[in-house]
């Protein structure tokens, strides 16, 4: 189990591969605990409503204050107001524990931004899991808004807050699973490039410039356009000949036809 | 074998993986047909053999990466956590809090000591020198204590009417007390004590204050018949905050982060199991002490009535059953 620079998190499964996850960091996490937190907030203005507009109207109580009937007032909002205190501790606290139990590590707020809270060894949480890692949410807030959680995710490699440390979680981003491409939905077998073209590439060279070639219609046209110009520059340098346009020069230094126009 | 053979004979492999787990996130795991999760397993370990050999060749990075995520995705479907010997409520609250009690009921003693300590304190000061509760308890306390009070203002300060709201205003407040105690606790102890220290101030500077204008005795009727019970569950849960804090100044053989972790689990499970404790506490707050029709010793008897059950359910509750609380079940198991 490891964490790398770039966000990378390594786990080492019982059959010995290793398998990434990308770690979140501080910043998407910041937008889904804002949006799970506009999202309390609507609920309890919700529940406040219905507590003030429709229970009194359902229980006759709105009757008995237009009678006058004052006692029967004060023991019925006695009840409403208590299950209100009952109802809005309960989401307040309840929310992130229920969420991360039902959708297995994720809250509305982090499904809409694709994050996922697991446990360090890739597992799925566990109630004990979620109880300490939210209860100890509200350390986190201190002073106000994750300041302190965000300070803390900062500085450690896996960008824990005090929450994670505890429970042992981590938090990750969820990738387009499915291993197939993402313009055609399939993994195609290219033609076979000639391996043989040209001797003088490495076969880690060789490697990076199939890798491009082969993904290249999935990449978005500007990237393409600045890693091909990338690939082909250093790799000019190198072996030298017409440099014409970026993609068939590595078409061409592939085949080893690269002083051929 | 060259890689594009490779491909072409391990795709339907992945293509078949893929499927499943598309369905499982679907309709949820538990409605896959048998046969298709223990084929899932097998696909499972199959494509980590191609990843593991893709990434000895070498050979398509894009490739691998597609893979490796297919297989990350999976992999937190079919690997969880056993579940704790399937824990029901009424086993965690009558066998599992009760041991945790018991196992770590040094804590519970530390934070005693320390509230104790402080009321003692502030009792003690206020006793000698009237004029500090002003200090402690805030302004307008100072002014309230300063004549001879009759014990009869001192009762009707305390009069509210029975109510459902005073109760649960009451549970939820104690309940986030006794949380947040626990949740200080990463703070290696520090926020924990400090809460401790108010509480226990707090507490003997009214005691005090009560004790000098004569009316200790309608003080104590009016806090015993829930104070009995909700301030013995307060210090359990400080000392929940406690055992996070001592495992992060003297984690002994583990790191710092392994040391919080493990003992983090056990006191949220501690600090939880407190809440019915907080419940009955509310609702007798809520209910019976404000009654008038009922007199002190029946209301003490029933709070020192609540406060010894609860005491004796975390002497003894679950001692016959053989699970002890620190029983790890780290395994993890294929489903």
Request: glycine letters at 10%; one cysteine or more.
């Amino acid at each position: 189990m490891n964490a790398s620079l770039d966000g990378r998190y390594s786990l080492e499964t019982p059959e010995s591969v290793e398998l990434d996850f990308t770690l979140a960091g501080p910043g998407s996490r910041f937008c889904a605990a804002f949006v799970d937190l506009m999202l309390v907030s609507f609920a309890l203005l919700g529940l406040l409503v219905v507590f003030l507009l429709v229970i009194p109207q359902l229980s006759g109580l709105t009757d008995h204050l237009l009678d006058g009937d004052w006692k029967r007032v004060a023991g019925l909002s006695g009840w409403v107001l208590a299950l209100l205190v009952l109802a809005s501790f309960l989401l307040f606290e309840g929310y992130f524990v229920l969420f991360e139990i039902l959708m297995g590590g994720q809250t509305p707020g982090k499904r809409h931004f694709r994050l996922r809270a697991i446990r360090e060894d890739g597992t799925p949480m566990t109630l004990t899991d979620a109880l300490v890692r939210n209860l100890l949410r509200p350390v986190d807030f201190l002073p106000f808004f994750y300041v302190l959680g965000g300070l803390v995710s900062f500085l450690n490699s896996t960008h824990k807050r005090l929450g994670d440390l505890a429970a042992g979680t981590i938090v990750i981003c969820e990738s387009e699973f499915d291993y197939r491409g993402r313009t055609d939905k399939k993994y195609e077998v290219r033609t076979p490039t000639e391996v043989s073209g040209n001797a003088e590439l490495s076969p880690k060279e060789r490697q990076i410039i199939n890798g491009f070639l082969n993904r290249r219609e999935e990449l978005f046209p500007s990237a393409r356009e600045v890693l091909a110009e990338k690939l082909a520059s250093s790799l000019h340098r190198k072996y030298g000949g017409i440099p014409g346009d970026a993609e068939s020069y590595l078409e061409r230094l592939l085949r080893g036809t690269h002083y051929e126009p | 074998m060259s890689l594009e053979s490779f491909v072409e004979e391990r795709q339907p492999d992945w293509e078949e993986l893929s499927a499943t787990l598309e369905a499982a996130l679907k309709k949820g795991p538990s409605r896959l047909p048998e046969e298709r999760v223990v084929r899932a397993v097998h696909l499972y370990r199959a494509v980590c053999a191609d990843l593991a050999r893709l990434r000895m060749l070498d050979a398509d990075s894009a490739l691998a990466s597609k893979l490796n995520r297919l297989l990350a995705r999976t992999h937190s479907l079919l690997y969880r956590e056993m579940p704790r010997s399937s824990l029901s409520v009424s086993e965690f609250f009558l066998v599992r809090v009760p041991s945790l009690f018991r196992e770590y009921w040094r804590y519970t003693l530390a934070s005693f000591v320390c509230s104790a300590l402080f009321f003692g304190m502030a009792f003690g000061s206020v006793q000698k020198h009237p004029e500090v509760v002003s200090d402690i308890m805030g302004c307008c306390w100072g002014d309230e204590f300063s004549g001879e009070k009759e014990s009869g203002d001192i009762r009707d300060r305390f009069r509210v009417l029975p109510s459902p709201v005073l109760s649960s205003h009451v549970t939820t407040n104690n309940v986030k007390v006794a949380l947040t105690a626990f949740a200080l606790g990463i703070t290696f102890g520090v926020g924990t004590v400090y809460m401790l220290v108010v509480n226990g101030t707090m507490l003997g500077g009214m005691a005090g204050a009560f004790a000098q204008s004569g009316t200790s005795y309608d003080f104590w009727m009016t806090i015993l018949p829930h104070g009995a019970l909700e301030l013995s569950a307060i210090v359990i849960a400080g000392g929940t905050g406690l055992m996070m804090g001592y495992a992060l100044w003297c984690p002994g053989g583990r790191t710092r982060r392994l040391a919080l972790r493990e003992e983090a689990e056990k006191a949220v499970q501690l600090a939880v199991g407190l809440i019915p404790a907080f419940v009955i506490a509310g609702t007798i707050e809520g209910f019976v002490t404000p009654l008038s029709g009922l007199s002190d010793s029946v209301k003490v008897g029933l709070g020192v009535f609540a406060a010894v059950v609860f005491w004796s359910y975390l002497l003894v509750g679950g001692l016959s059953d053989n699970r002890t609380a620190g029983e790890d079940c780290s395994t993890v198991n294929i489903q």
